[in-house]
């Protein structure tokens, strides 16, 4: 299992300091994927200006995802 974190890039910034852990990449990335939705329809003023960043603690990779 790995540890992801979850941040925000754009209009507002926010890290993440704890992250969370998933057994596979994929569920790290369906997280972050309704993370954004969520963010999107609860604050429209993020969309397209804001990003959700998905991190693991071993890698330099990372997803960014619109909202």
Sequence with gaps: MARF??????????????????????????????????????RPHLRENTWVVVSRDDSTSAYYLSL
Excluded: K, Y
């Design 5 to 42: 974190f979850f941040g925000l890039c754009g209009t507002e910034n926010v890290n993440d300091p704890g992250g969370l852990v998933f057994e596979h990449e994929i569920d790290a990335f369906r997280a972050a994927q309704r993370l954004a939705e969520e963010l999107a329809s609860s």
